[in-house]
Every structure is written in C-alpha cells, then in structure tokens.
Nanobody, 121 residues
Framework: QRELAESGGGSVQPGGSLTLSCVAS????????VAWLRQTPGKEREWVAL???????EYYDSAKGRFTISTDNAKKTLYLQMTNLKLEDTAVYYC???????????????WGQGTQVTVSS
C-alpha cells in the first residue's frame, strides 16, 4: 500500500466550508477508483464520497448537496469540497485510491493518514 498525503483539515463553525486535499503520487488515471471516508471514535470508517472507475460519483446521504469530490489529474491530487458543515461532520477524514476496483475488501487500496475536521460553535 502507498500512503497518500492529506491536508486541509481544521476547525470550522457550523455552516462553514473546508476543502480537503490529497496528493496521490501513484495516481495515474481517471479510471482509478477514488474515495473519501471518515471515522469518529468508536465507530467504523464510513465512506463519504466515491468516484467509480467509470467516472460515476456517489455520495453518502448526509453528504449529498454539500460535499463535492474531484480530482486534478495533472497534480495527482484529490479534493473534497465541503460546504454547510454540520456538527455531525466532525471526524477524521481519509482519502483512498485503488487502481483496479471499488470493492472495499480489495487489498489494493492506498490510504491517507487522515486529517481532522472539527465542526463546533
């Protein structure tokens, strides 16, 4: 597995915005599966946004209309734009890439180290 380098986390008030970045040095093609996930203490990691190998994008229900996943292929960078953040969005956010599949049980996922997002008033 290759480690990805994330940045952009921080503290923000409810209703605020953040953009997370993830430099994926091994990322070479739009056909890769890319995803953002998040995890809170005591809970399993849950996916937030997924771009499938065919380019289709899916969002977790709570992220729809507020989060946007994108990539800059030239920069080999993934992004997660988050708007109208809510208290329940507080979590450690992870980026992930896979060159061959979007199946979560695949051993080919590359992971970031995680970046903390805290939404509080």
């Amino acid at each position: 597995q290759r480690e990805l380098a994330e940045s952009g986390g921080g503290s923000v008030q409810p209703g605020g915005s953040l953009t997370l970045s993830c430099v994926a040095s091994e990322y070479t093609s739009r056909t890769w599966c890319v995803a953002w996930l998040r995890q809170t203490p005591g809970k399993e990691r849950e996916w937030v946004a997924l771009r499938k190998r065919n380019g289709n994008i899916e969002y977790y229900d709570s992220a729809k209309g507020r989060f946007t996943i994108s990539t800059d292929n030239a920069k080999k960078t993934l992004y997660l734009q988050m708007t109208n953040l809510k208290l329940e969005d507080t979590a450690v956010y992870y980026c992930a890439t896979n060159p061959s599949t979007c199946a979560w049980d695949s051993g080919s996922w590359n992971w970031g180290q995680g970046t903390q997002v805290t939404v509080s008033s």
